[in-house]
């Protein structure tokens, strides 16, 4: 067992603030720091990347020049990550890209589900926050500059094995859940190596919102909200107001064993009360990374170079033992049926 693995934050937004969080109630590690100077790099073991996408590109950066292992939850493209697999490889360290829910905790899912299949057909994907037991409202949980961009750019699907470039808000449906009531999703652009790994010839991303939250955005652009020299203004406006919110992920696998075709559907739940220090995003965004890298300190993830959450998933006793540690948290439920 490696002890006292000292770590370092890249990022002390709201992502990285919560990590940290975590990393001390699961009493993962004594030495937990923030980046604020690259001397300080090399007295640590383990980077945490949390930088916003457009700098996401530095937790790599820094943990090739230092020989770190690095837990990435940036959003810095895939392609970037496989630029430099040899080099990673060479240097002789882990990373662990898209190490958060979406991406993340729902490719540790896809991995698992994808060994109960001879075939797969399709995988989908939604996750998104809502209000919790109140209606009309949209509670802003994330990065706010992020959340407004991924409805402003297109969005995409893959249909056998090609990818569609769709107009934002693509694809709207109405959902619902005895845990959340009703809810609407849409198709958006997503960040993800499964593309790259399980490769599935259909697959598809769907953010989670309230129902009408497509008229209040359209309402909220049309006034200019969201140009830039308003930016600050809106997201003082928009985010002061909390309330108690949810975070709901969805992932769904369709396939075939034998003749026989079913679907598995998991469902993650991560709820947050308006007073609390972490809102459900934070929770079931950054009880991962510090899952990951408690297993790094004992010893459980021994394999070098890019490792990928979908494979961290195909281990089954593996994939157990993480699910259990994140169900150990009360405020965060997981579960799974089968259909068919």
């Known amino acids: 067992m490696k002890k006292d693995l000292k770590v370092l934050i890249l990022g002390k937004g709201n992502v990285g603030r919560a990590v940290a969080c975590y990393l001390r109630k699961l009493k993962a590690t004594k030495k937990v720091a923030f980046f604020t100077d690259e001397k300080k790099v090399k007295n640590f073991d383990v980077l945490i990347g949390a930088l916003p996408s457009q700098v996401g590109k530095k937790g790599l950066e820094l ?11 940036s959003a810095a493209p895939v392609n970037f990550y496989l630029k430099h697999k040899k080099e990673i490889q ?27 299949f001879e075939k797969i057909k399709e995988i989908e994907i939604s996750a998104g926050t809502l209000p919790w037991k109140i209606k ?43 845990e959340v009531g009703e809810y609407e999703t849409y198709l958006t652009e997503e960040w993800n190596t499964l593309f790259y790994s399980i490769k599935p010839k259909n697959i598809s991303f769907r953010v989670i919102r309230p129902v009408g939250f497509y008229y209040f955005f359209q309402y909220l652009k049309n006034h200019g909200f ?16 909390k309330e108690d ?40 965004t950054a009880i991962v990374p510090a899952v990951i890298f408690r297993l790094i300190t004992k010893d459980k993830i021994k394999n070098r170079g890019i490792i990928y959450m979908e494979d ?14 994140i169900k150990n948290d009360k405020s965060i439920l997981v579960k799974s049926k089968i259909n068919g």
């Not at 943990?63 to 939850?73: N, V």
């Not at 060479?90 to 899912?109: A, E, M, T, Y």
């Not at 509670?139 to 297109?154: A, Q």
């Open 63 to 73: 943990a090739l020049k230092y020989k770190k292992d690095l837990i990435d939850i």
């Open 90 to 116: 060479k240097k002789g360290i882990r990373v662990v890209p898209g190490c958060g829910v979406s991406p993340g905790l729902v490719n540790l899912i896809a991995g698992f589900g994808s060994g109960n």
């Open 136 to 178: 009309h409202f949209f509670p802003f949980t994330w990065c706010f500059e992020d959340l407004v961009e991924e409805h402003l750019y297109r969005a995409s699907v893959i249909k056998n094995g090609k990818k569609i470039s769709l107009p934002p808000f693509s694809g709207y449906e109405k959902g619902k859940l005895k």
């Open 226 to 241: 969201f140009k830039e020299e308003n930016i600050p203004f809106a997201k003082d406006l928009l985010t002061k107001k």
């Open 245 to 284: 919110n949810i975070t709901l992920i969805l992932v769904k696998i369709k396939g075939k064993e034998g003749k026989k075709e079913k679907e598995i559907v998991w469902q993650a739940f991560s709820f947050a009360k308006k007073g609390e220090k972490l809102n459900s995003m934070q929770k079931i």
């Open 312 to 325: 961290l998933g195909k281990d089954k006793k593996l994939f157990r033992e993480i699910i259990e540690e």
